[in-house]
């Protein structure tokens, strides 16, 4: 039973364009909400992240936006670029964090 | 910076052979993690630790046992490997218990 989701394997896109990854969970208890950026040979790292008590969160180039109604969650990367190519994962945590669960991740590809 | 080093990049072992995966963190958190990663089901719990000495068992603890001797060190431990076991493994610690800092992981795989 997965309960956060990225039914997006991959995703590809013009560099400068928009990238939308999407996620979406099952158990309203996640409070807090993280997207993580994983490139090849390397652990993931931490891109942003959102509290439950929020609708948006924006970093530079990267929001994040939180729809608890539909238990949904959306990285916006504007502009893409070549560098952003990577796996991105999604991930929800009960309160503290000591329990995390992670989506299965979307490739994203940005095409120069 | 934060940084998370993990024992081995790569990993071969035989079916049944005692394997120990190592983990040291310099930042001194007092969480540290383990997880699996595979193909299409994404990062895996096996088992946390909040605290020297404690642990507690994550989604898939099954096959492993964990030790946390001192704060900056997290050992896997698989007591008999077996084909099913071969994955990317990944440690994490944090602080605060959100935002995760991972190691580069250590590819394991059992033949």
């Known amino acids: 039973d997965q309960q956060v989701k990225q039914n997006s394997p991959s995703l590809s896109v013009q560099e400068g364009r928009i990238s939308i990854l999407n996620c979406d969970y099952t158990n309203s208890m996640f409070d807090y909400f993280l997207w993580y950026k994983k490139y090849p040979a390397e652990g993931p790292t931490f891109l942003i992240s959102i509290s439950s008590i929020k609708d948006k969160n924006e970093d530079g180039r990267f929001t994040v936006f939180l729809n608890k109604s539909a238990k949904h969650l959306s990285l916006h990367i504007v502009p893409s670029q070549p560098g952003d190519s990577a796996v991105y994962f999604c991930?929800?945590?009960?309160?503290?964090?000591?329990?995390?669960?992670f989506g299965a991740g979307t490739r994203l590809f940005v095409k120069a | 910076d934060v940084k998370v080093t993990q024992s081995s990049r790569y990993l071969v072992k035989r079916t049944g052979e005692k394997v120990f995966l190592e983990c040291v963190q310099d930042m001194d958190h007092e969480n540290m993690f383990w997880y699996r990663q595979d193909p299409g089901l994404g990062l895996r719990l096996i088992y946390f630790s909040y605290d020297v000495k404690m642990k507690e068992k994550g989604d898939i603890p099954e096959g492993y046992s964990v030790s946390r001797e001192k704060k900056e060190r997290f050992s896997l431990i698989l007591e008999s490997a077996s084909t099913n076991q071969t994955s990317m493994y990944l440690c994490?610690?944090?602080?605060?218990?959100?935002?995760?800092?991972f190691g580069p992981g250590t590819r394991l795989t059992v033949t």
């Open positions: 991930a929800a945590s009960f309160t503290g964090g000591f329990k995390t669960i």
């Open positions: 994490a610690s944090t602080r605060r218990g959100y935002e995760q800092y």
